[in-house]
């Protein structure tokens, strides 16, 4: 017979909304938010769709007004578009028009790194120790970096975890528990599109309890009634949606649409390629499943159903990777704190106060990998009597997170003048305002949005490709892949430059063309015009 989860404590930290202050995960906020602002700031500014969130943000700010059509596209200007991140890109906007790029970033790892210590303070909260939790976390943090964007998706997560709590955690009533999770699907639906992430969590809660009912738990017969509450209090929340019905339209139609998980790299498979950062979402959950192995623990049906249905997921598609890590940290929780009690307990004759004490106790753990756990769980007990003893509380860390903030901010020398030139084609970018280069140019469509902010004219595409007809995407494609018929493209739609990655196979097809020339490189991209008996053909 097994232990269930359920009946495990955690050894010290209160479940409480307390929990979402810094206290545990103090250190780890201001030390990973340290690296964001001041050692690699640009490191979020990567992505041209950054800058598409923060137009139609800065539209609605100053006209009060939500864009409805494509207005990047010079081809299809007409074609109903419709922001899925309505919250995410006022809130951009709103910093952005205070503090320009910096406070971009500055909202981004914000939120990313709050993100990542809300997770660890939750499993440290539900039984996960202060020296494997860290080790766990940077396993996590590397598996989410494939992720890392200055980009409304990041604010989904912090929805993720406040649902997590609410279902799973909480002491409240079951009252307060529906109408703060409908609060949460509320806000969700209008921060971002993942909000159907929150209406998966509360099925899989609702189908573990019904199979335990099934199974003859009668317990689960209350909690399977206010699930169903839980669901349709959810389902009412997500219809008061800014954006009107065609949201959900728009939602259901991207979800379907033959080119975002044909092309898009978010959404494609497990790509090993990536190295560190697939493998690490593979140990994470690699550790979990060893732990929930363990004799005698028995993990909680609704946690290895969630957990194992976001890895599969992301199996499919690497944008859900994040929610399985965050899923799969807290449920490492209790699983660990049966390991600590198991192995503590075969010790119990061993007094940990003492070094000596401890030594003993080291010697008595047969095989050096139960030695190495001892040793593990002895300073885990250090460690937390140290944390108990610290004044350092939620007060200091949030005066400290406001004295970095505002360092960030004002002082001159750390002004962020433009996105990353390692991932985005800043200098050719210049190159063509400086030379006046004029007319469509057919360029790669992550790179769409950050021309349109730059240069403030239309452009041939951007990365909201599910606002394009699939034909057109297909020769785009085409073009981008270099295949016979490019040229012919190109002359079709007046193309008078091409800017597109280094190293492509378009790229190749131009340098060998006579019609085309290369007259710029920079970092990221290449730009190739017309060669001078081209010119002024279109």
């Known amino acids: 017979m097994g232990v269930s989860a359920s009946e495990l404590e955690s050894p010290g930290i209160a479940s409480s909304w307390r929990l979402f202050l810094p206290g545990p995960g103090g250190w780890f906020f201001l030390l990973l938010l340290g690296c964001f602002l001041f050692a690699r700031p640009l490191l979020l500014l990567w992505d041209g769709g950054t800058c598409r969130h923060l137009e139609t943000g800065v539209e609605f700010v100053q006209h009060l007004r939500i864009p409805d059509t494509n207005y990047v596209s010079a081809l299809f200007p007409k074609v109903p578009c419709l922001t899925h991140s309505f919250f995410g890109d006022i809130a951009y906007a709103v910093f952005y028009q205070l503090w320009q790029l910096n406070g ?38 590397a598996a989410c970096s ?39 699907l509320l806000l969700w639906v209008n921060i971002h599109g993942s909000f159907l992430i ?15 009912l099934s ?16 669901l349709g209090a959810a389902a009412m929340a997500i219809c008061f949606n800014l954006r009107g019905p065609g949201f959900y339209t728009y939602v259901a139609g991207y979800l379907s649409h033959p080119m975002i998980l044909l092309k898009s790299n978010e959404w494609r498979s497990l790509d090993f390629s990536l190295g560190f950062q697939t493998w690490s979402a593979l140990f994470v959950y690699l550790i979990l499943v060893a732990l929930w192995v363990v004799p005698g623990f028995r993990p909680r049906l609704w946690e290895f159903l969630l957990v194992t249905a976001l890895f599969l997921a992301g199996l499919h598609t690497m944008r859900l990777i994040p929610y399985m890590v965050i899923a799969a940290l807290l449920a490492m929780g209790p699983a660990w704190l049966f390991v600590r009690k198991k192995v503590l307990s075969s010790l119990a004759r061993v007094q940990p106060a003492s070094a000596g004490a401890e030594s003993e106790g080291l010697k008595a ?3 050096w990998l139960r030695r190495l756990l001892v040793a593990i769980l002895l300073m885990e007990i250090r460690v937390e009597k140290q944390e108990r003893a610290s004044k350092l509380g939620a007060p200091v860390y949030l005066a400290a ?58 452009v041939f595409i951007d990365d909201w490709t599910d606002f394009y007809p699939v034909p057109f995407l297909e020769e785009y494609v085409a073009t981008l892949m270099g295949q016979a018929g490019w040229q012919e493209r ?38 190739y015009v017309r060669s001078n008996q081209e010119q002024g053909k279109y």
């Not at 199974?215 to 839980?230: F, I, P, Q």
């Not at 020398?413 to 305002?433: G, M, Q, S, T």
């Not at 006046?436 to 950050?450: A, E, H, P, R």
Request: aromatic share 14%; net charge positive.
């Open 215 to 230: 199974w003859g738990e009668k317990e689960s017969a209350r909690r399977l009634k206010w699930d169903l509450t839980a």
């Open 365 to 367: 753990a047969d095989g």
């Open 146 to 184: 494939m992720h890392w964007s200055a980009r409304c998706h990041i604010f989904s997560y912090l929805c993720f975890l406040a649902l997590f709590y609410l279902q799973f955690m909480s002491g409240l009533s079951e009252r307060k528990k529906t109408a703060l999770t409908a609060l949460v």
């Open 490 to 527: 190109l002359d079709r739609y007046k193309i008078q430059y091409v800017l597109i990655p280094r190293s492509t196979l378009l790229g190749q097809a131009l340098l060998q063309s006579p019609q085309w020339r290369r007259a710029f490189q920079d970092e990221a991209g290449e730009l």
């Open 401 to 458: 997170f406001g004295v970095m903030a505002a360092f960030f901010l004002f002082t001159p020398a750390l002004k962020i003048k433009d996105f990353n030139p390692e991932r985005l084609p800043v200098k050719a970018v210049d190159y063509i305002a400086e030379h006046q280069l004029s007319g469509l140019g057919f360029i790669y469509d992550n790179w769409g949005g950050y021309l349109h902010w730059r240069l403030g004219r239309p």
């Open 198 to 212: 929150g209406l998966f969590v509360l099925g899989v809660k609702l189908v573990a309890d019904w199979l335990e």
């Open 104 to 141: 971009v970033v500055l909202l981004a790892s914000t939120a990313t790194v709050l993100g990542l210590t809300w997770t660890y303070q939750l499993a440290r909260a539900r039984g996960l120790g202060p020296v494997v939790g860290p080790i766990l976390l940077v396993l996590g943090l």
